[in-house]
């Protein structure tokens, strides 16, 4: 019995040991009972020395998230550009060129506030700058649909980069645009009640699209005879004017005072309505006998002169007579005196 728990106690002080060891990294021998192999655990290992870093070669790459834009005719192209630089340990500057189509030009700009530039400088701990490209067209004739390619290019020396870019132009939807108005630009008219007054009107396709079936409408009071001429248009092209002749007519007997009058043109695409202010000056009788009153006041007055004239001429051609006969007496009566004076007579 004492045997056995002898046996026990080298057993457990065994495994103590053990794991004491292998908490201390050193080598461990076991020995069991029976056997004579022995298990040497091998030294650690040691440290490894680094290897040298290869050298990077230097390198310029050019790129742009959106390399490809659309837009409508007449507009123009903005990309941003990034151009990452590797390799370096010192600043370095490259210089900048676009390749255009014919026809288009472009510029770059960088730096903040933004700027036009002709290169860039790249700091060895930035490696990269980002740059704005704008193209546009030189002409309108060169503004026309299609795909242009420009090819931007960045260069130091030996290192340099380059990528394209499109920019695709396509014609702009058509746009509507009606605009009326009196060919005065006036919008205040007098008139009178019972009678005609004519208005020059002019309709004006102000954007870019053709405008098919126009009407002309007026909305007044109730009464009222509104026309135009002419009254409906099949078309408007872009940018021409129309000429309307808009008669008014307030029934007699309208009250005199201040009426709106909207007048429109109405189209397929689009349409527009223009507010007028029409002032109806009444004409009564008392007017009306104020002009006859002073009409035959005038005729009067140009009678009385005229009669007048006549009767001033008459009397001077009678004074003129009366004088002539005067002098020829008087002449008469010298010429017999002076014989009465001659000896023998």
């Not at 080298?10 to 040991?17: E, G, M, N, Y």
């Not at 701990?125 to 193209?135: A, G, S």
């Not at 029409?278 to 009669?307: E, P």
């Amino acid at each position: 019995m004492n045997r056995f728990k002898g046996a026990r106690y080298l057993l457990c002080l065994a495994l103590l040991l053990g794991l004491c060891g292998g908490l201390l990294g050193g080598p461990i021998v076991l020995a069991a009972q029976g056997s004579s192999q022995a298990a040497i655990m091998p030294p650690p290992p040691q440290d490894e020395e680094p290897l040298p870093e290869e050298p990077v070669e230097e390198s310029l790459k050019i790129y742009s998230s959106y390399p490809m834009l659309q837009s409508t005719v007449g507009s123009v192209f903005e990309f941003e550009i990034t151009l990452f630089y590797t390799g370096g340990s010192e600043p370095r500057t490259f210089d900048l060129d676009l390749t255009a189509p014919e026809g288009w030009t472009g510029i770059f700009l960088g730096g903040y506030p933004e700027t036009e530039i002709s290169a860039f400088t790249v700091e060895p701990n930035k490696k990269r700058e980002t740059v704005t490209l704008i193209v546009g067209a030189t002409s309108e004739d060169a503004a026309v649909e299609g795909d242009y390619v420009f090819t931007v290019q960045a260069a130091s020396g030996d290192i340099s980069g380059s990528t394209d870019l499109e920019a695709v132009v396509v014609s702009a939807p058509p746009q509507y645009l009606l605009y009326l108005s009196t060919a005065t630009l006036i919008r205040e008219f007098q008139i009178k009640a019972g009678q005609e007054t004519h208005v020059s009107m002019q309709l004006t396709n102000s954007y870019t699209g053709t405008v098919n079936n126009i009407n002309f409408s007026a909305e007044g009071p109730e009464g009222w005879n509104v026309t135009f001429t002419p009254d409906s248009l099949t078309s408007l092209e872009p940018g021409v004017t129309q000429e309307i002749d808009m008669v008014i007519n307030p029934p007699a007997g309208t009250e005199a005072g201040d009426y709106p009058l909207n007048v429109g043109a109405i189209g397929d695409e689009s349409e527009t309505i223009r507010e007028l202010r029409i002032t109806v000056v009444a004409t009564t009788i008392w007017g009306q006998a104020g002009i006859g009153i002073a009409v035959a006041i005038i005729v009067v007055l140009a009678i009385w002169f005229r009669r007048a004239g006549r009767r001033e001429e008459a009397a001077e051609a009678a004074s003129t007579t009366t004088g002539a006969t005067k002098s020829g007496n008087w002449f008469k009566r010298t010429v017999s005196r002076l014989r009465k004076d001659v000896p023998g007579k």
